[in-house]
């Protein structure tokens, strides 16, 4: 039986945006179909947080990503599960390597609900010979699963957690591959990974590995987003498809990933590093992939790594270096070092470094917009930050609900993560 995953997220977040907004930043072919077009009905009041996306046949293949992943409930007796729910969505992400060439290109993988046509078939990439593929997911809800054929799981090297124990909304095929092969055409000069560049308070641009932007779990889901038409189908986010379809939503991910790209880097004057999207005729696309490999290649000390104490590798509640090293090993990190790497450390980190760059940032944070409406992207990092502290337990065990949040008292360090967390709670 899968062990629970904490319910660790302050909330996911969404973006809704109307087909306008969509059509001002995309930009590809599609052709619309005829599909019956039913009211789903409401979902419950507690979306099911446990759903199974069935992995196609051959995932790394042209054909196999161009085959829709289809989400269904892990247990049917907790309810449905359906993509156009925000707590439900599950989404793809493929990032290309051209191993001749270096170059690097983003698919999109389409997911829709089991059974259920897709509102606009998926664009089929044009792979290149020999092509690398790395594939990412992303989840809303607290427990992804992947399921398919042992086929299937076995062709894409696909990776859901350590035995029975899932991480929860993370899971990826092909990764670790993929970053081999990446850094590999680094070090033979046919791969170029772009400087993080030079923010506008002077420091250099942040990564998914800087403390200013790192949560509790970080180096999660993914940038890819759907289109949702109001009967619930989906069809992949491209200029073809948000001028063909009526008025459809932009369904996203709650990352860490988007965060970033998204949010703070416009907000910082920063450009995130990007690649030609095949899903959408090669308009430039970001991706958890180009993240990371520009994260391992420009982030300064002190680099924010996967903590043993991350929710998301926990098993039965206890740290488990195996589970930590296999999650890292999927997002392009090194393996644990004994001697190092603890949550103790990771949450000194989170309380000095990241404090430091959030107030040095606040006038420009405060001007931006974050990923909650309405909510100005100082106080969302702010209070990110301040449950981050506490989730941990970098405050101390009695204030966090996190199983592993005693696994490292220091009342010293406790007190001083105190202290941060009244300083972030006037500074947002």
């Not at 680094?186 to 772009?194: C, D, F, N, T």
């Not at 993240?291 to 982030?299: K, S, T, V, Y």
Request: hydrophobic letters at 40%; charged letters at 20%.
């Amino acid at each position: 039986m899968p062990a629970a995953r904490p319910r660790h997220r302050q909330r996911p977040w969404k973006l809704k945006v109307t087909v306008a907004v969509a059509a001002a930043s995309l930009g590809a072919v599609g052709i619309a179909v005829a599909a019956p077009r039913t009211t789903p009905p409401p979902p419950p009041a507690t979306p099911d947080s446990a759903c199974t996306l069935k992995v196609p046949e051959d995932p790394l293949s042209a054909r196999g990503l161009a085959t829709p992943y289809q989400l269904s409930a892990t247990d049917p007796r907790q309810g449905p599960c359906h993509e156009s729910v925000d707590a439900q969505g599950a989404f793809a992400e493929a990032t290309i390597l051209d191993p001749a060439t270096g170059k690097l290109s983003v698919y999109h993988p389409l997911v829709v609900d089991a059974g259920a046509a897709p509102a606009v078939p998926p664009v089929v990439p044009a792979l290149p010979r020999g092509a690398v593929v790395g594939l990412w997911f992303g989840f809303n809800g607290d427990t992804l699963t992947l399921g398919g054929s042992p086929a299937a799981l076995k062709a894409g090297r696909c990776v859901n957690g350590l035995g029975g124990s899932p991480f929860g909304q993370v899971a990826f095929c092909g990764a670790q591959t993929f970053f081999d092969a990446a850094n590999k055409a680094v070090q033979a000069g046919k791969l170029r990974i772009p400087p993080l560049g030079r923010a506008k308070d002077g420091r250099p641009c942040p990564s998914v590995r800087d403390f200013s932007l790192v949560d509790q779990d970080q180096s999660d889901n993914v940038t890819t987003t759907y289109l949702a038409t109001r009967d619930g189908r989906t069809a992949q986010a491209t200029a073809a498809n948000a001028r063909t379809l009526r008025k459809p939503a932009t369904l996203a991910n709650g990352s860490d990933n988007r965060l970033l790209d998204a949010f703070v880097d416009p907000a910082l004057g920063c450009t995130p590093f990007t690649a030609p999207d095949a899903t959408d005729g090669g308009r430039p696309t970001t991706s958890l992939a180009l993240n990371e490999l520009q994260a391992a290649a420009g982030q300064r000390a002190p680099v924010a790594l996967v903590p043993p104490g991350d929710p998301m590798t926990l098993v039965d509640g206890k740290p488990s270096p195996a589970k930590t090293n296999l999650y890292r090993a999927g997002v392009d990190q090194p393996p644990l070092d004994r001697r190092t790497a603890s949550t103790r450390a990771y949450c000194r980190s989170l309380r000095t470094a990241g404090l430091d760059r959030l107030t040095t940032d606040r006038r420009l944070l405060r001007a931006a917009p974050s990923p909650d409406d309405g909510v100005a992207l100082l106080k969302f990092l702010t209070d990110r930050l301040r449950g981050s502290l506490q989730q941990l337990g970098c405050t101390h065990p009695a204030a966090s609900r996190h199983p592993a949040a005693a696994a490292e008292p220091d009342p010293a360090d406790q007190a001083a993560a105190s202290d941060t967390v009244r300083t972030l709670e006037t500074l947002g």
